[in-house]
Each structure stands twice: as structure tokens, then as C-alpha cells.
């Protein structure tokens, strides 16, 4: 089976702008997670979709959110950024939910300037 | 509040010689644990999971829940051991959610 893909792989915007990013699961997989990962930070979870309805959510601002489709490819959205929005993101998939492990995609490294 | 404590930032250790990664947690209940490694350039990939209970690329963990602790062993490491490690707790209470480690960087020397 295919990987976890993410899509774009880099992206530099400026502040203020907002941003898309993909993310494909493994065929199969219908939970789909997203993390941030920063060198102060480290890795903290965004939010789950499952069943294309948000099961969870992190501590992060409104300007982060998210969806999924009903192939449960999923996308999350970033408005107003800011310059402390730059960071991977990185997209996890699960058959279901809070039981198998998750895998996680390559990520989207974002730059905001 | 669910915590995860990986109290070294780097490990180095020699060829052949024996690695412990030490996981810390805080947590009431019944967690799931999980180790996640990434290699160079590589995407975040699970190691273990303590309900598996299984040896992979001759790590070891075991859930201690009365210390709270779930250490990643190897007896003799490997160059290609080589990478970041992360701890990562589940509570089923909040789906897929984890909450990662700081991570350790395991270097191993020849």
C-alpha cells in the first residue's frame, strides 16, 4: 500500500496570507491526524477527523482548522498566519480510531515570512 | 494533564554497547504508550507499542506502570540505530490523539 502523502511538501508565505495543506491517508485508513512540529514546541497534535466529523482537538487558535472529505483525504487550513506558524506539518492516518497506531506522512514544512 | 518526559536530549553511546532511551509519563489511567523513531531524512515511523508486546530491529520496552516509566532497550546497539526517538502516549478517552516526548537523539559511535 501507498504511504501517507502530504502535499505540499514546502511552502513559504508571507504574514497575514493564508495557507491549505493536503493530506492523503493509506488506503483504508479512515482517522487522520495533524501535528505541528517545532524545535521549541515538538510535536503537538492540531486535531483528528474520523468519519469526515473533527473527533479531536489541540490547544491552538481558531485560525487552525480543518476538514475531510468523504474519500478521507483531508485538509487543514491556516488563516492570518503568523510568523510563529512556521513549522512541518505533519499528517498521521489510522484505520480507525483509538486503536491501531497511526503512520504518519513526510510532512509540509512551512515558512511564513 | 497527560505528560510525557524524555529527560536525555542526546544519547551517545559505542557500537556493540547496551542503550537505554528513558520514557517518563503522567497519566491516571490506562495509557497506551508508544515509541516512534525517524531516521535522517526520513518520515516519523512507529518502533513499538506496548500492547505488542514484540522485539522490533532488537528494541525491547516494557510498560512499568508503577514507575511510569516505558524505557526503549537495546543490548547491543547499532550504527544504524542512529536517529530521533520519540516517545508518544494514547488515551482511547481522546481517540488518536498522542502526546509526544521532547525526543532523544540516539547517536551511535564506531
Known amino acids: 500500500k501507498a504511504g501517507v502523502t502530504q502535499t505540499p511538501r514546502y511552502l513559504i508565505k508571507t504574514r497575514g496570507q493564508q495557507v491549505t495543506l493536503s493530506c492523503s491517508p493509506i488506503s483504508g485508513h479512515r482517522s487522520v491526524s495533524w501535528y505541528q512540529q517545532t524545535p521549541g514546541q515538538g510535536l503537538q497534535f492540531l486535531f483528528e477527523y474520523f468519519s469526515e466529523t473533527q473527533r479531536n482537538k489541540g490547544n491552538f487558535p481558531g485560525r487552525f482548522s480543518g476538514r475531510q472529505f468523504s474519500n478521507s483525504r483531508s485538509e487543514m487550513n491556516v488563516s492570518t498566519l503568523e510568523l510563529g506558524d512556521s513549522a512541518l506539518y505533519l499528517c498521521?492516518?489510522?484505520?480507525?480510531?483509538?486503536?491501531?497506531?497511526?503512520?504518519f506522512g513526510p510532512g509540509t514544512r512551512l515558512l511564513v515570512l | 494533564a497527560q505528560r510525557v518526559t524524555q529527560p536525555e536530549k542526546l544519547l551517545s553511546v559505542f557500537k556493540g554497547a547496551p542503550v537505554e532511551l528513558k520514557c517518563n509519563y503522567s497519566?491516571?489511567?490506562?495509557?497506551?504508550l508508544f515509541w516512534y523513531v525517524q531516521y535522517s531524512r526520513q518520515r516519523l515511523q512507529l518502533l513499538l507499542r506496548h500492547i505488542s508486546r514484540e522485539s522490533i530491529k532488537g528494541f525491547t520496552a516494557d510498560l512499568n506502570k508503577g514507575e511510569t516509566s516505558f524505557h526503549l532497550k537495546k543490548p547491543f546497539a547499532q550504527e544504524e540505530d542512529s536517529a530521533m526517538y520519540y516517545c508518544?502516549?494514547?488515551?482511547?478517552?481522546?481517540?488518536?490523539?498522542?502526546?509526544f516526548g521532547a525526543g532523544t537523539i540516539l547517536r551511535v559511535k564506531s
Open positions: 508518544a502516549l494514547r488515551n482511547r478517552e481522546y481517540g488518536n490523539k498522542l502526546v
Open positions: 498521521a492516518s489510522s484505520p480507525g480510531q483509538g486503536i491501531q497506531a497511526q503512520y
Open positions: 497519566y491516571s489511567g490506562s495509557p497506551e
